[in-house]
């Protein structure tokens, strides 16, 4: 499970600028059922390109960072390491509370998929970050690629998942061009949730990342 905090930890620079504006008098979680089910017997389960395996489940417990209301998932791995996850849906659009720090004291709210989907769908972040200590100006140009996508998950298919395609540009002066410093696509079953991830990115010397996971099974309570 090493291996998946870490890769947390570098591709928050990326989902990070992912983030956008809930409304300062809109901090409830208008409910995230709809495409990640919030029930404390569902449980899901992935496999990563590295060998990793892990499971998804929700606590049933909540919190409140920031004045804003999330639901409260976690990852344990097959050796029993455990990572926090938190989700929400404000301003109709869903959200991912990421940690930005080791200690896990610092968050940023992340949008990860807007409310109605549709191919075509894009939106926009750019911010001024710093990493290591390297400070460096980045942008991210998100869009829907896909309403009908199909994931293999043991010989049956899930389909009509949604597929956000994310691309990280960066560059380290105002007057710089940008760079093209690769993408995360990250899918979406509505009902089951989180069904696989790809990562494929490099930011300078600092960050040089390619890994994926997929859904291996699960369970959702009816």
Partial sequence: MKKVIGTSSIIVLFLSLMTGSCGKNNKT?????????????NWWRYEANDGTKFKRYYTGRDTVVNGFSFNLYEQIS??????????AKFNGNYYSLL???????AYVKSQILNG???????????????????????????SIISTTDTVNMN??????????????????????QWE?????????????????????????????????NRITEYYISK
């Fill in 29 to 41: 979680n208008q409910g995230i059922d709809a495409f990640i089910p919030t029930d404390t017997q």
């Fill in 155 to 176: 010989g049956a298919t899930l389909d009509n998942v949604v597929v956000v395609k994310s691309r990280l540009f960066a560059k380290y002066l105002p007057t710089d």
């Fill in 116 to 142: 109605e989907p549709k191919v075509g769908d894009t939106w926009e972040n750019q911010d001024n970050l710093t990493y290591n200590a390297v400070n460096f100006y980045a942008k991210i140009n998100s």
């Fill in 78 to 87: 097959d050796g029993g390491t455990i990572v926090k996850e938190f989700y």
């Fill in 180 to 212: 093209d410093c690769g993408y995360v696509i990250q899918k979406f079953k509505k009902g089951v949730g989180i069904v696989g991830e790809d990562y494929d990115f490099h930011v300078g010397t600092f960050v040089n990342k390619t890994y994926n």
């Fill in 99 to 105: 940690k930005i720090n080791d200690d896990g004291t």
